[in-house]
């Protein structure tokens, strides 16, 4: 089976790290009571990976719509390379809808980002705190149901590795040529 | 007539000098204190929802005014109302044992048109410092509107305690920053 050209691996497992680790901190974050010194440095460093997902998946977008991924596996049924394409779409989606949500919901609440402390990014809206609200909660369900995505993505892809091991996990793995 | 005109033009006049001289209404509405700060290097403009101002104020006499600023400590809105609690606890303003913070002029002097200098005590957390700042003035739609900023250094009324103390996690400098609407 063709594998997947390095430039398609390197954005997926860039973005996959930065996604696990932005949803880690997010978790650990609103858990933390209170105020302290760590809750806000974890949060910077939250929407700085957030903010790295986004131009990634900017970018990974306009190569996409540029170079075709490989062939699915000729045995997979017609409903599993439906259900495939469709899973990839959603995860494409919340790419861009995860950040975005978060930052406008920040912007919302009228802490602007400033990435990696050295960049003011664009203010787009006003402080307003009903919108930030709203957005709170959007951002929230938009990650979880990408939480559930990703796990349905890799039980999939492991599925394909131990079920059928028909190869299509490796496709997406740094290694030799198949 | 002419008498009674004049003797009611002398008696408006008079009750005008009256008021001019009396302090200030505040236009609550339409005034704010806001602090304007940096956190990791993000700026953010908080405000103060609940205070009082009480100026007196002649155009006639501008050196004769004076100004009084009382801000209830507890409500600032930093964006969020759990964060907003815990700005009100010991480590930051101590709210409970200091509910007010306080600027009262000393000195007010003219410094050119529509500009004032003032100078005077501001007590934030029981501490009190000599702080003097440019304010402008400039009448709008019948009242005055009294603009200034001033910045002062946090820790030396210590605000944020213990770990807060870290400046590269919210900047010592926070800019004080004020618009009083008042008239008659």
Known sequence: MQRYTTTAIVFHWLIAVLLVGAFTLGLVMTDIPGFTPAKLRYYAWHKWAGVTVLLLALLR?????????????????????????????????????????????????????????????????????????????????????????????????????????????????PGRSL | MTTLRTTLAAVLAGTVLLASAAPLKTDAAHSSVSALFKQMDVPVESKFTRFTAQIDYDTAHPDKATARVDIDTASLDIGSPEYNKEIAKKTWFDAARFPKASFVSTAIRPAGAGKLNVAGKLTIKGRTQDVSFPLSVKPEAGKQVFEGQLPIKRLAFNIGEGEWQDTGMVADEVVIKFRVVAGQ
């Open chain 1, 61 to 173: 977008l306009l190569w996409r719509l540029k170079n075709r991924p490989p062939a699915l596996a000729a045995s997979m049924p017609a409903w599993q390379r439906g259900a495939a394409h469709g899973l990839h779409h959603l995860l494409y989606v919340l790419m861009f809808a995860v950040p975005l949500s978060g930052y406008f919901y920040t912007l919302a609440a009228g802490i602007p980002v400033v990435y990696f402390g050295l960049f003011k990014l664009p203010v787009f809206i006003a402080k307003d705190p009903a919108l930030a609200a709203v957005l709170k909660g959007l951002h929230y369900w938009l990650v979880m149901s990408m939480a559930a995505l990703v796990g349905l993505h890799v039980l999939a892809a492991l599925k394909h590795a131990v079920v059928d091991r028909d190869g299509t996990l490796r496709r997406m793995l």
